[in-house]
């Protein structure tokens, strides 16, 4: 170790004080001072030390020795942080599942750390997408040069958006954010954080920055209002069709660029490959913790192709079933976008999904997810309310079963009433003892009970309004993607919601559950995650199968149950955030009608809609 | 009398280094002092021979189960490896490499010999430590 370099650096670092971020200092550029860093590792020890050093790189450092709170801390606020560091061996949680849940959920750089230097475990640091892998002990000169990481991470973003626009920087739609400008002290990733925490009625304008920092990454937040008119768009054109720039046509949102279209146009892909893929993935639900990053977009991936396709070809998820999964995985973007629009969706809602017929070839998923929307009718409101709660049931069959069955029952994209059926179906039959146990496992993404932010999380209140209760054994945790169905269907509380709509809502759900942040994302998480089993799909995957037309009444109510079971299962700690669904979310949504729907038929529980996250809808990382 | 203090210190810190008993990681450590924390490393060290003595009393009754349960073993030690290495223990973080060797061949009195190695490192090192600090 360079004892002379480090002491150089003590001089210099000795004088400012352990906090980061010193607006006024005099310091020029301050960054990568400011950096907000969470450690995560059950050695008090490391902990202690490492605290320390990152205080002495001038970085913002929050420690926490448990995983799991560390996880529910991070979906409470999924931007509240900039790079986690994790240690690989925990008593609670594998390091690598943090890994993978902090990718998916929340997008944000994560370094590994170890006294283990073997090269299996650094090779599956790499696999599991660990930006870094640091051995034990550490060394403050390596922890000096962890916001590069971040600054990378960024760049990608920004390059992944720019990448989808046709090439030209639409300087009239970019609109300056005078609060980014202003706030940027230290830190360039305080616009991440801006962004998502800005209401809904910002949202929808494009947080298109101009390029005026290389760190800087103008980001829109997808609303549930926002996506649903991009899904709407999409369903319309044809997804193999759409084109960022006819999206964004379409879509006729003022200050929404081609380049965030493109985008999120990306990530949405990426989510019904996901979905499709799911399939593939059977882990229990025990992962439930997991279950989430799996959700996310990654699940999505998973589900493309693979997924689905090889349920329909197992004979679990009929083929027209896929359609439907893939229309309800639209479809659940698409209303949790605007609860509002969902109700009012009634006519449009088959918009989506006649036009969309050709959907139910497998073989396009995409196609199949636009046919979801159209489930979206007042009768598939209702169902998707139902379906929410089954959804939340579920999650917590899925957990115990693998499957597409879930996907199977999604996969109907013609028939609501079918698939109504199904998810009561399954959904009844048994789910709410079923769900309580594993959901448990996994602590309530704060995303889900905190988002307030995103409409969608209102829409999902609905949804999580049910959840709430803390009868539900649908754990709320595991819905992160939960919450997004609740904003897709905001109507979910509307028993007349359509299956699918409640499907989608589910899948979105867990998708949502899964990936904090990304409240969009989890709906397409969900489809995948549905597939892919077990451990990881919460529920919906393996609730397909054990689905039977029931009633509706039923399956709402364990939906209901479910969800709000799992919510204060989910949370351990985040109880107190669930009562607190129900305040947030209205204000946030901002559409009083929509929420007061959704209040009325969620049992009276908040709208979680907001919880799903959407706000915080990045699409940037989204690797196509 | 201050110089001979800080002499005193300075030989007792260079004796634990010649003879192996700390790495450059104690270096680092000390590095993290400042008049915010001025006894940083002693608090450390505190925390860690509290903390691992819990790990050495679960090894040692993991050691006398028939029989050896080595994954178990192997992750006391591997959390008890994490620890003693971040406070720039050297021998004792070769100590525990052994042991985890001994724990992967399966070998149980090579891992019984080696905790006795251990143990007795660990006494020795709390022991200099406990002077070194209290040089004022």
Known sequence: MNLGGSRAVNSLTIQSSSTTRRPGDGVVDPFPAGLRVLVVDDDLICLTILERMLQKCLYEVTIHNRAEAALELLRRDKTGFDIVLSDVHMPDMDGFKLLECVGLEMDLPVIMMSADDSKDVVMKGVTHGACDYLIKPIRIEALKNIWQHVVRKKKQDRKEMEFEQSGSVEDGEQQQNPLEDADYLSSPYEENRKNSNKRKDEKDEAEEMDDTSTLKKPRVVWSVELHQQF?????????????????????????????????????????????????????????????????????????????????????????????????????????????????????????????????????????????????????????????????????????????????????????????????????????????????????????????????????????????????????????????????????????????????????????????????????????????????????????????????????????????????????????????????????????????????????????????????????????? | MERNLHKQLGNMKKSLFDQGYLDEQFIQLEELQDEANPNFVEEVVTLYYRDSARLIQNIEQTLENNPLDFAKLDNYMHQFKGSSCSIGAKKLKNECTQFREHCKTGNGDGCKRTFQQLKKEYAALKKKLEHYFQVP
């Open chain 1, 231 to 624: 899904v709407t768009a999409v369903n319309q054109l044809g997804i193999d069709k759409a084109v960022p720039k006819k999206i964004l046509e379409l879509m006729n949102v003022p200050g929404l660029t081609r380049e965030n279209v493109a985008s999120h146009l990306q990530k949405y892909r990426l989510y019904l490959r996901r979905v499709s893929g799911v399939s593939q993935h059977q882990n229990g639900l025990n992962n439930s913790f997991m279950g989430p990053p799996d959700v996310t977009f990654g699940s999505i991936s998973s589900l493309n192709g693979l997924g689905l396709q090889a349920l329909a070809a197992s004979g679990q998820i009929p083929p027209q079933s896929l359609s439907t999964i893939q229309a309800a995985a639209l479809g659940r973007v698409a209303p949790l976008i605007d609860q509002r629009n969902i109700f009012s969706y009634e006519n449009q809602k088959f918009r989506f999904g006649e036009g969309h017929q050709q959907l139910n070839d497998n073989s396009n998923q995409l196609k199949l997810l636009h046919g979801i929307p159209t489930n979206m009718e007042p009768k598939q409101l209702g169902t998707l309310h139902q379906s929410a709660e089954t959804f939340g049931n579920m999650q917590v069959q899925s957990q115990s079963s693998q499957s597409g069955s879930l996907m199977t029952q999604l996969a109907q994209p013609l028939s609501r009433n079918k698939i109504l059926n199904e998810i009561d179906g399954s959904h009844v039959s048994g789910l709410p003892s079923s769900f309580g146990q594993p959901i448990l496992s996994q602590p309530m993404p704060s995303g889900i009970l905190t988002q307030s932010r995103s409409e969608i999380d209102n829409v999902c209140g609905a949804v999580f309004s049910s959840v709430s209760h803390p009868s539900a054994a649908v754990e709320l945790s595991m819905n992160p993607s939960v919450q997004m169905p609740g904003n897709r269907f905001a109507p979910i509380s509307n028993p007349r919601m359509s299956a699918l709509a409640s499907k989608g809502m589910l899948q979105e759900e867990v998708k949502s559950g899964m990936k904090g942040s990304r409240a969009f994302l989890a709906n397409y998480g969900v489809f995948t995650d549905l597939n892919q089993n077990g451990s990881r799909d919460w529920g919906l995957h393996n609730v397909g199968p054990t689905f039977e037309p029931t009633q509706h009444s039923n399956m709402s109510q364990q939906l209901n149950s479910s969800l709000a079971d799992n919510i204060p299962r989910s949370k351990a700690q985040k109880l107190p955030d669930m009562g607190f669904q129900n305040t947030p979310f209205p204000e946030q949504f901002g559409q009083e009608d929509l929420m007061s729907a959704i209040l009325e038929q969620q049992e009276g529980t908040g709208p979680v809609g907001s919880e799903f996250g959407f706000d915080g809808y990045h699409l940037d990382n989204l690797p196509v």
